[in-house]
């Protein structure tokens, strides 16, 4: 268990005084490892945590009220006597914190309120779900403060998808929680959406020679809105023709013999944003394999065929136009590498950030050229934290 920063202690004294029992809680970002717009398709992920967190602490306050403060934001409290969807609390903290509740009261624990004040050191706007942190972290306070059975990591990121869907009004997948309920690299099938099978890896980048770098383009993601729905919206018109909902049921096989009925009818794009799926969705597969071997290089031709196949096929790194950040950011990392490490699109695409991997001794000059031409402190490296989201009373 990490040690609570000690200004984060008195922070919460400072807020709401001192003298009473207090609970700690750790809930990591994630990064996509392997996996571009599979997840959706019911296919396979594979996602990592990573060592940059929200961190809080927490105390049960004797009232039906959670006042919440976190670093940077206003304070602000919720009565938690009702906790049903309330309209005027979507895409607020207010809103998930209330689902949460909702969530953990239905696994029988009797709601309560309490003082909770957070902080977190996630890069804003930077693509590693921070949004999905601060679910499981309140999730994980009140699991924590009011008895009751202990929720399992994947109970927990359903609960906090739910929440997110119900209560804030984003209709989220369910890798960004269950990546970081957790922890270290986990290979996640999403075939079985209600039952998603996953199993973890012990693996650290830097062990073989290699750091996991982000680098962020500050691009605005609302612009890019309907670029990102047409993505599923596409797989799923092909996926429709074969009378199923997602490209995980749809055989590799039937899809092929339609190829030109396809095309005739769909167009083109949607014939190739289903092609990317099966490719990447077994690409995923063998680069989890090639971690779980320890082959570094395997792994790395593969994440290049990923990126290509994002690129060329599921078509989310460039949006056309004069405007074309993913793509820039992608080439210069590419003029700056050479032949080493590998990168990729990451996540969403068409904005957001990239992902590289780069030779250790590479990594400061990489991460200087970077920032000179996308602004400075916009790539760093990261590392894969080996717990997921917890809590615990200190």
Not at 367 to 389: F, K
Request: net charge negative; glycine share 10%.
């Amino acid at each position: 268990m990490s040690t609570p920063d000690p200004k984060l202690l008195d922070r919460f004294a400072e807020q709401f005084g001192a003298g009473r029992e207090l609970a700690y809680v750790h809930a990591p970002a994630r990064s996509e490892i392997a996996g571009n717009h599979t997840d959706h398709e019911g296919g396979h992920v594979v996602a990592g945590a990573l060592d940059v967190a929200i961190e809080g602490v927490a105390a049960l306050n004797g009232t039906t009220s959670v006042r919440v403060a976190s670093e940077g934001y206003e304070p602000f409290e919720i009565d938690l006597s009702d906790v049903s969807p309330r309209p005027e609390e979507q895409v607020s903290t207010a809103g998930l914190v209330r689902g949460m509740a909702a969530e953990l009261a239905a696994t029988g624990r009797e709601v309560a309120g309490f003082d909770l004040v957070m902080k977190s050191d996630i890069p804003g706007g930077s693509g590693l779900s921070s949004s999905a942190a601060l679910e499981l972290a309140v999730g994980r306070v009140m699991e924590t403060l009011w008895p009751g059975d202990p929720v399992t990591p994947t109970a927990m990121a359903q609960s906090a998808q739910r929440a997110e869907n119900i209560y804030f009004g984003k209709p989220c997948g369910l890798m960004d929680q269950l990546s970081e309920a957790l922890g270290g690299i986990a290979h996640i099938d999403f075939s079985d959406p209600a039952h998603p099978v996953s199993e973890k890896l012990d693996f650290d980048f830097a062990d073989k020679g290699y750091a996991l770098c982000l680098a962020y383009m500050g691009t605005d993601h609302s612009v890019s809105t309907a670029d990102y729905a047409a993505v599923p919206g596409e797989m799923q018109a092909v996926a429709a023709e074969f009378g199923e909902t997602r490209l995980c049921d749809v055989p590799v096989e039937a899809f092929d013999e339609r190829v030109v009925d396809l095309r005739a009818k769909l167009g083109d794009r949607p014939v190739l944003r289903a092609l990317h799926y099966y490719i990447e969705n077994r690409l995923v597969i063998d680069r989890w394999n090639a971690l779980c071997a320890g082959d570094i290089d395997t792994f790395l031709d593969l994440t290049r065929r990923s990126g290509a196949s994002s690129g060329m096929y599921l078509q989310n790194v460039s949006c056309g136009g004069n405007d074309q950040p993913a793509m820039v950011a992608l080439a210069l990392a590419e003029h700056l590498l050479g032949d080493a490490g590998a990168v990729r699109i990451h996540g969403g695409g068409f904005g957001g950030s990239i992902q590289a991997f780069v030779p250790l001794d590479m990594v400061d000059r990489f991460v200087s050229g970077m920032d000179a031409w996308l602004g400075e402190g916009n790539c760093r490296t990261y590392r894969i934290a080996s717990e997921g989201a917890y809590a615990a009373w200190l």
